[in-house]
């Protein structure tokens, strides 16, 4: 018999909620404004990251593993509660290791996944490169190719990657390329770059307008040779595959789609971080601030509004939590509950940061307050993993049963 309904969480997530927020509170909020100020990768926050077992393949397995799928989800509120540009910088490297984990085999795993971090002494990053300047939302019409050269059993990528979280600045680079051009999505794997591989280099680096503590930059792949043991899932696996696309026989994409929508709510999650930190802090002030004589919490259009915000983070929350747990639990995700989580989250985000700056009036818009930042940051949320409107094309698709283009 399945077991009773709870919402309670359990010791051990109450801990590990407990012992982010003290490091999101502690180390994260005070160094918030000065990295985003300064717009470079914060070192000393990963190292002290590091330090405590936070930034290591050991905690983010252990938090992966959980079997109500829920830890990765308070990890990610919790960090982003702190500010989201130090979580992607601390966090950016799971993207990668999420690459590897969705596509390669469990060798390729315990190889690979713990040089994604290094070690508090010597620390690694990682990045998932998968979007062109011509291929974001249309991951077919990807560019870079992976030809395989069976003389030295190597494969040689050519290409340039663009928006790549640690892009260029990482050791490890997981790269999706073209191997069939001619299959579009169905002709294409994931590769492994090891850390110090000649003919990779960092493009630009780009200037944004939130999360500007992490790194985004291009990454370019000129004959780039990497071994044959690097394509993840191994050689006889992609024939397999290519073989079958070739034959027009159903890919494997309900595969795909399952890791995608188990992978959302996490990002979900920290734009719920960010919708928080943002109603907490505007609440606050609105109990304090006075005008015509009175608190201006005291006016239904500003209570109205902080009620409203509270709802929609509440109801995100619940919507993340389903989808972790039906990821976890292996459920179908047969309305794209993985998509609806990070859409409501995503939007949740940037429409409660833009109320708190209204709350807050002339002070919500000055960079004395952390509220503009917040709302910089929640942009993001509706544009990468996945837009907004790919979210909805999912969910619809979904529902519906018809391949909506
Ligand atoms: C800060 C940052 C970090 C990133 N990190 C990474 C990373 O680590 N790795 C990585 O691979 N990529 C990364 N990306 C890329 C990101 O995933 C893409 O920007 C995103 O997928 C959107 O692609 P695009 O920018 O090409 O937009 P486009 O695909 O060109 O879309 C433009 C607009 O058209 C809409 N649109 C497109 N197709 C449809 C459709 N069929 N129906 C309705 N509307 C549609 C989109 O929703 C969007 O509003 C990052 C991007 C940013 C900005």
């Not at 591989?197 to 985004?216: C, E, V």
């Not at 505007?282 to 109205?304: H, M, V, W």
Request: proline fraction near 4%.
């Amino acid at each position: 018999m399945a077991s009773a309904f709870s919402m309670e969480l359990n010791e051990d997530q109450l801990q590990i909620q407990k012992w982010v927020h003290d490091f999101a509170e502690q180390v994260m909020r005070p160094a918030a404004h000065e990295w985003d100020e300064r717009e470079e990768t914060p070192w000393p926050i990963i190292e002290e990251a590091a330090k405590i077992g936070l930034y290591s393949f050991d905690f983010v397995s252990q938090a992966f593993f959980d079997p109500t799928g829920l830890t990765m989800c308070l990890v990610n509120e919790e960090l982003a509660w702190g500010d989201a540009g130090l979580t992607l910088a601390i966090l950016g490297s799971t993207l990668g290791l999420a690459g590897i984990a969705a596509n390669g085999t469990p060798e390729q795993l315990i190889e690979w996944g713990p040089q994604c971090y290094g070690t508090p002494e010597k620390i690694q990053m990682a990045a998932f490169c998968v979007s062109e300047a011509d291929a974001g939302s249309d991951v077919s019409a990807l560019r870079t190719r992976a030809v395989y050269d069976e003389a030295k059993d190597e494969w040689v990528l050519n290409g340039t990657k663009t928006w790549i979280t640690n892009g260029g600045i990482a050791d490890i680079h997981v790269v999706v390329a073209s191997v069939d051009p001619d299959l579009g999505s169905r002709g294409q794997a994931s590769f492994i770059v090891p850390p110090g591989t000649a003919g990779l280099s960092a493009g630009q680096k780009f200037k944004k307008m939130g999360i500007r503590a992490s790194h985004t930059g291009e990454v370019i792949l000129d004959d780039v040779r990497v071994p044959g043991s690097c394509l993840l899932g191994g050689k006889e696996k992609l024939d397999e595959r290519l073989a079958r696309a070739k034959e027009g026989k159903r890919s494997n994409s309900q595969a795909a789609m399952a890791t995608f929508e188990a992978t959302r709510p996490a990002v979900g999650a920290q734009a719920l971080g960010i919708a928080r930190a943002a109603y907490e802090y505007s609440l606050d002030y609105a109990k304090e601030r006075k005008a015509f004589g009175r608190r201006i919490i005291e006016n239904q259009g500003i209570a109205f509004k902080l009620a409203d915000m509270k709802t929609r983070i509440d109801a995100s929350r619940l919507l993340i939590w389903r989808a972790a747990w039906m990821g976890a639990t292996r459920q179908p995700f047969t309305a794209g509950e993985g998509s609806m989580s990070k859409l409501f989250a995503g939007e949740t985000a940037v429409w409660v940061t833009e109320e708190a700056i209204q709350i807050m009036g002339g002070y919500g818009y000055i960079r004395e307050h952390p509220v503009e930042r917040w709302h910089r940051d929640s942009k993001i949320y509706t544009i990468f993993e996945g837009t907004s409107e790919v979210q909805r094309l999912v969910i619809a698709r979904a529902v519906s049963g018809i391949h909506i283009p």
